[in-house]
DNA sequence: CGTCAATATGCGCGTTCGCGAATATCTATT
DNA sequence: AATAGATATTCGCGAACGCGCATATTGACG
């Protein structure tokens, strides 16, 4: 399932989503991209001033990518995604 | 078109195709989204530690949205976008 | 070539990052 | 209830942010 981020939160939701499903801890997640279990707490709490490359190090740590779209309309099952 | 981003350039360079297919300058933005002509600059240009918030505020103004999803095997196409 | 808009770069400042290291708190699971 | 694992939070530190402001540098066009 991809997720939707227009915010921070989301976008920390959005990772701790995919982390779980592949069964890592935030240190394994940690160890994979170089950064401190504290940083991929933060990352995944949404912390507006987390760093760019923390996320695309998340990201690839995770074998996930990111897309830039136009905002969708929003259906009612999307409107579930952002919850 | 949508755009595929795996790392900090790759982010940036898909903000400065969308905000100047809608015509606006790095100034226009800036003002939008409360911040300075020299950070969108840096933003475009990539900086692997650009603020979370400085993205999505970017997104924000420019009316577009962010997907979080598993990496895509690349076809012939997906990897022109990746130049 | 000249001009003007757009973009990139510089300075000093206050703030906050991510770091190592440690600790507190929460969450199973038994 | 007790224990172990996972996650959240704190300290001090060096580095880099984004800010206002100002100034290169680049790009487009007549």
Redesign the pocket.
Known sequence: MDTIARTPQQVGAGIRRFR?QKKL???DLGEKM??????V?????G?P???LR?LLDALAGLDLELVIRPRTKLTAEAIEDLF
Request: charged share 30%; aromatic share 0%; net charge positive.
């Open positions: 779980r801890t935030q240190r170089h950064a401190r279990q504290a940083t707490s933060k990352l995944e709490a912390e001033a987390t760093q923390i």
